[in-house]
């Protein structure tokens, strides 16, 4: 595809829900990240892989957060008995090489999460 | 750990005025790169710095990498209601680790 795909692209959810957000990232990005931005604030990181291994798991605000992307592709951010405090944009970005070559990212257009 | 001091918070300014927003580390960075976000949209990567004291331009943008490596600034000439949206920079200190680390951004706003 032309760019990093996001979907949802909103996901309403009441509290203690689960819910799922997917990412395609371009095709042959090597490194996938995931990051969470509050309204008015930066993106902070979640999570970043290197194909399908996830190198960089330090930004999980909680164990109910989860990420994986099993086939080194489409990754899926997972997060298990949704609070209020979860409801942020979910961005996901992609980049063609290893982290360490500092490569720009290519972001999604996010998903935004409300709880409710 | 590593915090990303970014000023000011918002900017407001009168079409054809100047802008410039700083970002500013507490350590050595490895690399700075610098995003923008228009309103509802997703950030968008406009450049990188690497080099000690580099400065790059993009038309009526520049930007500044200090000597140092601990800070940088973003500056724009002549400001138009197309340069309206929040300004980011992301900071890079080494390692393996793939944390890149966001600003809160500045936000500009233009009246025509």
């Known amino acids: 595809g032309a760019g990093v795909s996001q979907s949802p692209r909103y996901k309403v959810a009441k509290r203690g829900q689960d819910v799922a957000l997917r990412c395609d990232p371009i095709?042959?990005?090597?490194?996938l990240f995931w990051y969470q931005q509050a309204l008015g604030q930066g993106p902070e990181f979640l999570t970043y892989?290197?194909?399908?291994?996830?190198?960089?798991k330090s930004g999980l605000p909680s164990d109910r957060f989860f990420a994986e992307r099993p086939e080194g592709s489409v990754s899926t951010l997972k997060i298990q008995r949704t609070q209020q405090e979860d409801s942020a944009v979910y961005l996901c970005?992609?980049?063609?090489?290893?982290?360490?070559?500092?490569?720009?990212?290519?972001f999604g257009n996010g998903t935004r999460l409300t709880v409710t | 750990g590593q915090q990303v001091m970014q000023i000011p918070q918002y900017q407001h300014v009168q079409e054809g005025e100047d802008f410039t927003t700083y970002c500013n580390s507490s350590?050595?960075?490895?690399?700075i790169q610098w995003y923008k976000q228009r309103p509802g949209g997703h950030p968008v990567f406009l450049i990188q710095?690497?080099?000690?004291?580099e400065v790059k331009k993009q038309k009526r943008l520049t930007f500044q990498f200090g000597e140092a490596k601990k800070n940088s600034s973003l500056h724009i000439t002549a400001t138009q209601t197309t340069d309206v949206g929040t300004y980011f920079c992301?900071?890079?200190?080494?390692?393996?680790?793939?944390?890149?680390?966001f600003g809160k951004g500045t936000k500009l706003s233009v009246k025509p």
């Open positions: 970005a992609s980049s063609p090489r290893h982290f360490a070559y500092n490569s720009p990212l290519h």
């Open positions: 095709s042959g990005h090597v490194s």
């Open positions: 892989f290197q194909n399908e291994a996830q190198l960089d």
């Open positions: 350590t050595t960075l490895s690399n």
């Open positions: 710095l690497v080099k000690s004291g």
């Open positions: 992301a900071e890079d200190y080494g390692g393996s680790q793939g944390n890149l680390i």
